[in-house]
């Protein structure tokens, strides 16, 4: 089945600096999610990525959707206190009926030393 | 607040015991997600009901079933418990069939914690 990998399972960056996590999947996705868990939280969702190359910011945070459709990363510039949590990237799942679900990278986990 | 409720939030129960969780989507939902997550683990999905029906199947034991009824609330239901049972269950919604170019995102619900000792 369809299998999303994410790197680094951990980041330990100081407060300031920028983080990067990476999404890979073994097969072309028609779009990709990325979701934010704080520590003792549920997972909310950042952002959606549809188009091949496509680049989507949010203040501090960007996301990018490789050209090949496989892979993905999200980028965050002079890490704050509150960006503290686990990174999810998500991939639809397929059945022969079609896009159900999504099936979760095993995230990044920031943490940041003051 | 997502919208999506779960009961109970915590749970504590021996092996060999069996237990059901329970889910409220947001207004208007009609996909329900169930995923697993253990510790330092990911979101393993479980499975996933539309309007009803069984739509999708994860790595679901045979030792768990789930079902969604009419209101569209949906049950997890957990039996005869191992201590490796013992994660966070998440249960999400979604309008449509997440995952499609248009279908936007899942809701998460805050959880239930489920310990078995």
């Known amino acids: 089945g369809q299998q999303v990998m994410q790197i680094p399972q951990y980041q330990h960056v100081q407060e300031g600096e920028d983080f990067t996590t990476y999404c890979n999947s073994s097969t072309t996705l028609s779009n990709i999610q990325w979701y934010k868990q704080r520590p003792g939280g549920h997972p909310v969702f950042l952002i959606q990525l549809v188009k091949s190359g496509e680049v989507k910011k949010q203040k501090r945070l960007t996301f990018q959707f490789g050209e090949a459709k496989k892979n993905s990363s999200l980028h965050i510039t002079a890490t704050q206190t509150t960006d503290v949590g686990t990174y999810f990237c998500?991939?639809?799942?397929?059945?022969?009926?079609?896009?159900?679900?999504?099936?979760f990278g095993k995230g990044t986990h920031l943490i940041i030393q003051p | 607040d997502s919208g999506v409720t779960q009961t109970p939030k915590h749970l504590i129960t021996a092996t060999g015991q069996r237990v059901t969780l329970r889910c409220s989507p947001r207004?208007?939902?009609?996909?329900v997600y169930w995923y697993q997550q253990s510790l330092d683990q990911g979101l393993q999905f479980l499975i996933q009901y539309y309007n009803g029906e069984e739509r999708a199947k994860g790595n679901i034991l045979e030792r768990f079933s789930a079902q969604q009824f009419p209101d569209l609330h949906s049950e997890l239901n957990l039996s005869s418990l191992e201590l490796g049972d013992s994660a966070l269950y998440f249960c999400a919604s979604s309008v449509g069939l997440a995952g499609g170019p248009n279908t936007g995102e899942l809701f998460f619900g805050e959880g239930s914690r489920l310990t078995v000792l």
């Open positions: 207004s208007g939902d009609l996909s």
């Open positions: 998500a991939g639809p799942m397929y059945s022969g009926g079609g896009a159900d679900g999504l099936t």
